[in-house]
């Protein structure tokens, strides 16, 4: 018989993924962002109470109430659908049929094994099949899908399926090189560390594209 809480610290701790998709129960949405974070806010109380935390010290009385509000608000708002950015395509009428590349997207999500943070950066391209996108809304579906508990692999395989259905193409690729703090900071304590993970769709399964998008991100690592 399988040891169950074995078996999830060996996932967490080698910081597997289960789902391509994020996990998220059918009533997700039942409760406002107001109801959660009055929720969450109780939860952290707890928290830092069990740590021996005076929650009546000037620093700490606050605390509960910006963890809550920052869980809700801000580094886990991409779980919100309604804060999916619109992207809006126009017909590519200069007729530029090379590859799209926006390099360097900052990236800053949460690992859902531990909560810490991944921090890094993100190359994501295209190549149009007539419709294009404003390069600004590749970084807004980046920081969108990052947003949320995360696991390195699904952020890349996400961020390259919004492309494809936002441009109507296969034609994407991305690549994400970034620091996991529950590596770096806890557990193996390796500073030195980066993770790289890459999604390639449709012509970028070709070696020669392939190799030309590392070319313009100037990454070594092959693929």
């Known amino acids: 018989m399988i040891n169950t809480d074995n078996f999830q610290d060996e996932i967490g701790e080698n910081?597997?993924?289960t789902n391509a998709e994020t996990p998220l129960r059918e009533d997700a949405f039942n409760l406002t962002d107001d109801e959660k974070i009055e929720s969450i806010k109780k939860d952290v109380e707890n928290i830092l109470?069990?740590?021996?935390?005076?929650?009546?010290d000037d620093s700490l009385k606050g605390t509960p109430n910006r963890v809550a509000?920052?869980?809700?608000?801000?580094?886990?708002?991409?779980?919100?659908?309604?804060?999916?950015?619109?992207?809006?395509?126009?017909?590519n009428k200069y007729k530029y049929n090379e590859m799209l590349v926006e390099k360097n997207i900052v990236v800053y999500s949460t690992c859902e094994h531990h909560l810490l943070p991944i921090v890094g950066r993100a190359h994501v391209a295209y190549i149009s099949n007539g419709t294009v996108v404003g390069l600004s809304k590749m970084n807004r579906i980046v920081d969108?899908?990052?947003?949320?508990?995360?696991?390195?692999?699904?952020?890349?395989?996400?961020?390259?399926?919004?492309l494809q259905r936002v441009l109507g193409t296969e034609d994407v690729a991305c690549v994400?090189?970034?620091?996991?703090?529950?590596?770096?900071?806890?557990?193996?304590?390796?500073?030195?560390?980066?993770?790289?993970?890459?999604?390639?769709?449709?012509?970028?399964?070709?070696d020669k594209t392939r190799r030309e998008f590392l070319d313009y991100i100037k990454l070594d690592t092959q693929f």
Do not use: W
């Open 15 to 17: 910081h597997i993924a």
């Open 176 to 206: 994400i090189d970034a620091k996991h703090l529950c590596v770096n900071s806890r557990g193996i304590k390796d500073i030195e560390s980066s993770t790289v993970t890459a999604e390639f769709g449709g012509k970028f399964k070709e």
């Open 49 to 56: 109470t069990t740590l021996g935390m005076d929650l009546t």
């Open 69 to 91: 509000k920052m869980f809700v608000k801000e580094i886990f708002g991409g779980l919100n659908p309604n804060k999916k950015p619109s992207s809006s395509t126009f017909d």
């Open 144 to 162: 969108y899908f990052a947003k949320r508990p995360q696991v390195q692999e699904r952020l890349t395989i996400q961020i390259v399926q919004e």
